[in-house]
């Protein structure tokens, strides 16, 4: 797949009708080196994407469920097909390590098949009350055009659980992309059209838009747009709901988390220990839902310690793009950018200075690697609890640790977070892990296991982990007019 596009990406090449100002930007993330830009859109090339997106809304409300489905099945077959040169463009713009971001790919065309076999019968009329004089159901209708804000650590997986639902459900959508992955933007944007082109259906359905921040107010403003969805940080939560909600529009938001991970008891302290710091180090500590702080019960908690330390000690910096499997290699890759680097530094010298001990790792990696975005995976314990760095989310390496005397005090303590996103708990006594589970307070929960992330389970968060659902039965219902139809016989 190349990167040219044909549409709206397209049309903001160099020149006189291109935007001044910044510009979607490709950075490899293992090397420093800048490999695309794009320009933004002008106002006048985004005005006439919303009129387009608009006219296809009203023929594509229209088209059969199943047929809208067929172009969610194609996609998916498409995204299957193309996954490893998918996966090449992400590990290029983000420094996601190969292995897993074919499998990225790959879990982007499930969710597609989840929704392309599924979603008729989810958009089908709930019948409420048919009797012999009446018959009365919820419809499950489109409500027209969506705007999606999608990050850049999941590139193709985010767009995947926004789009697949929606676009079945009968919706149109107009994505923004994270402007530090334009070639994954337009990667996954020409596979959409050519799932709608070879099954008959305009492309103007799904548009990519390299917008500035100031349009992208403007398309929340735009009475034609019913909705939209955001996956980011709280500050741009905050700033889309607000917008949104001046604009009576609808919006989801999946935000981050801190989310708690709970071991009240095991069999093998080791392998425990493997296991959070594997959990924790997928996509390089860049998942919004990681187990961000693990919480050990006070007996196991000196050998918890030791054994991460001894797993993190024997993990090195390679080329992401020559990573296969990171734990059985024993590898980690860069973060995404320079910024999130030197973040993740700025956050580490400021858990030390509030009283935190760094066991191993947390440097900025030199030699071979000095031009790329790494930093060394780091155990961390001793955060205080309370101060103003434990509140903080750490989004990169960084294994923390806490200690718990108790049961209760293990829930408090995770439950001591301003995020609700995930949770997981494990014990080997029969129901404690359960048990403990149900004081929880967080949008998913796992016992003796991670809550389970597949295109059928719903994924979403309370608190300032944001509102709202994606994938599964509940995430086709978010942007759909759940229409009360009654009918005398």
């Known amino acids: 797949m190349s990167e040219t596009s044909t549409t709206s990406a397209a049309s903001a090449s160099s020149g006189p009708s291109a935007s001044s100002g910044p510009v979607y930007r490709a950075v490899n993330p293992a090397t420093g080196t800048t490999t695309a830009t794009y320009p933004h859109l ?3 090339e985004l005005a006439g994407i919303l009129d387009t997106a608009a006219a296809a809304a009203a023929t594509w409300r229209a088209t059969p469920v199943t047929h809208r489905a067929a172009v969610a099945a194609r996609i998916a077959d498409l995204l299957r097909r193309h996954a490893r040169e998918l996966a090449y463009t992400a590990t290029a713009e983000m420094g996601k390590p190969l292995g897993e971001a074919v499998g990225e790919a790959e879990f982007s065309a ?4 989840y929704y392309a076999d599924n979603g008729p019968t989810l958009c089908a009329d709930r019948v409420l009350d048919d009797s012999d004089t009446s018959r009365t159901v919820i419809q499950h209708r489109p409500v027209g055009v969506l705007l999606g804000i999608m990050p850049w650590n999941y590139p193709y997986y985010q767009i995947a659980r926004f789009v697949a639902p929606n676009l079945v459900a009968g919706n149109t959508i107009v994505l923004k992309h994270a402007e530090s992955v334009p070639g994954c933007a337009l990667a996954i944007e020409k596979i959409i059209h050519q799932a709608l082109r070879d099954t008959g259906h305009p492309e103007a359905v799904y548009t ?4 500035t921040h100031d349009q992208i107010s403007t398309v929340i403003n735009d009475p034609r747009v019913q909705g939209v969805s955001l996956t980011g940080s709280e500050r741009a939560g905050a700033a889309i709901a607000a917008q949104a909600g001046a604009a009576l529009t609808k919006a989801v938001l999946e935000l981050g988390g801190s989310d708690p991970y709970v071991i009240l008891s095991t069999t093998d302290v080791h392998a425990a220990a493997a296991d959070a710091v594997a959990v924790r180090l997928e996509n390089t500590g860049q998942a919004c839902n990681s187990n961000k702080r693990i919480i050990v019960a006070d007996d196991i908690y000196d050998r918890f310690v030791d054994a991460a330390v001894d797993i993190v000690s024997g993990l090195s910096p390679r ?5 296969s499997d990171y734990t059985a290699e024993r590898a980690y890759g860069p973060l995404s950018s320079q910024r999130a680097a030197q973040g993740l530094l700025d956050q580490l010298d400021r858990a030390v200075a509030a009283g935190a001990t760094v066991h191993v790792g947390g440097t900025r990696v030199g030699g071979a690697f000095a031009d790329g975005f790494y930093v060394s995976p780091a155990v961390v314990t001793g955060i205080p609890v309370g101060s103003q760095i434990y509140y903080e989310e750490f989004f990169g390496p960084v294994v923390t640790v806490y200690r718990a005397g108790s ?5 408090a303590l995770a439950n001591n977070t301003q995020y609700g996103l995930g949770s997981t708990v494990f014990a080997v006594e029969p129901g404690r892990a359960e048990a403990f589970a149900e004081g929880l307070d967080a949008g998913m929960t796992g016992v003796n296991q ?3 992330e597949t295109e059928g389970m719903p994924f979403g968060g309370v608190k300032r982990s944001g509102y709202g659902r994606e994938l599964g039965p509940l995430g086709i219902d978010e942007f759909v007019n759940k229409r009360l139809y009654s009918v005398k016989k």
């Open 319 to 323: 080329d992401p793009a020559q990573i």
């Open 407 to 411: 049961d209760a005090e293990a829930l």
């Open 42 to 44: 002008t106002d006048t």
């Open 450 to 452: 991670s809550a389970p």
């Open 110 to 113: 499930d969710i597609f098949t």
């Open 208 to 211: 990519n838009i390299f917008a």
